[in-house]
């Protein structure tokens, strides 16, 4: 076989053995917002027929170009090391990012709804272990995350990893220049103190009950850790775990 005809077989063999194209790729359509849609990608064990435990991802935010939302962790293979440790995995595009419908809301209503939706598509599945839902945000994934670890959901446990906590008092102490404050600002507009609130699961920490696993680092340099720490603190008075 001649070299570059060898060369072309092999990168073709290398790319069909990583694209990882196991992975579903769908979308799942939430009817009363205008038929909108909302991306998923998603995989379950090969062997056997559960019913398996189910973690379920959000995204942090990510710039322009590589808006890619939940294929993100199909590249990084987040979804194949979960399935390979015997769990449903399923990411979700928020809006604004990869395939799901626009525009992007800063951790809104809009955001929780997509994740919402996919939950409760799954959670009729015969396959998915209906004690055992568990739900995953990174960055701005952390603040929705945290939110809807205040609502009845079913969830078994929320992983919240570099999350803002209180946005109202991170608008307030934030330089302008700060990447997060200024996306506050470019999708909600400016001082919008009710609309951070809404967003915020400071002011509903009583509420959550599901036990949370807090990942933070000391040196970050957007949201704080002190804040991270605080939260923590704060679920666990109100009888939290």
Not at 55 to 69: A, D, R, S, T, V
Not at 211 to 216: D, K, R, S
Request: with cysteine; charged share 20%; glycine share 10%.
């Amino acid at each position: 076989m001649p070299i570059r005809v060898l060369l072309v077989a092999l990168s073709l063999w290398s790319f069909t053995t990583s694209a990882r194209a196991a992975v579903i790729h769908e979308f799942i359509g939430t009817p009363d917002q205008n038929n909108s849609r909302v991306e998923i990608f998603w995989d379950k064990p090969s062997s056997g027929r559960g019913p398996w435990p189910v973690l379920f991802l959000i995204h942090p935010h990510q710039e322009w170009p590589n808006k890619i939302g939940a294929q993100a962790f199909v590249k990084n293979g987040t979804i194949e090391y979960w399935v390979s440790r015997g769990f449903i995995a399923v990411a979700v595009s928020q809006p604004g990012y990869g395939g799901s419908v626009g525009p992007a809301d800063f951790c809104g209503a809009r955001s929780r709804r997509a994740v919402v939706d996919a939950l409760n598509i799954f959670k009729n599945k015969t396959e998915v272990k209906k004690e055992a839902i568990f739900l995953y945000g990174g960055s701005r994934g952390a603040v929705i995350a945290s939110v809807l670890a205040s609502q009845e959901l079913g969830l078994s446990g929320v992983i919240l990893k570099s999350g803002l906590y209180d946005l109202v008092g991170a608008y307030e102490r934030l330089p302008w220049y700060n990447l997060i404050k200024l996306n506050m600002i470019w999708e909600l507009g400016w001082n919008k103190t009710s609309e951070l609130r809404e967003r915020s699961a400071w002011f509903v920490a009583d509420k959550i009950k599901v036990p949370l696993l807090i990942i933070h680092g000391e040196g970050d340099d957007r949201a704080s850790v002190e804040q991270a720490e605080a939260f923590g603190k704060l679920v666990v008075t109100a009888g939290g775990k």
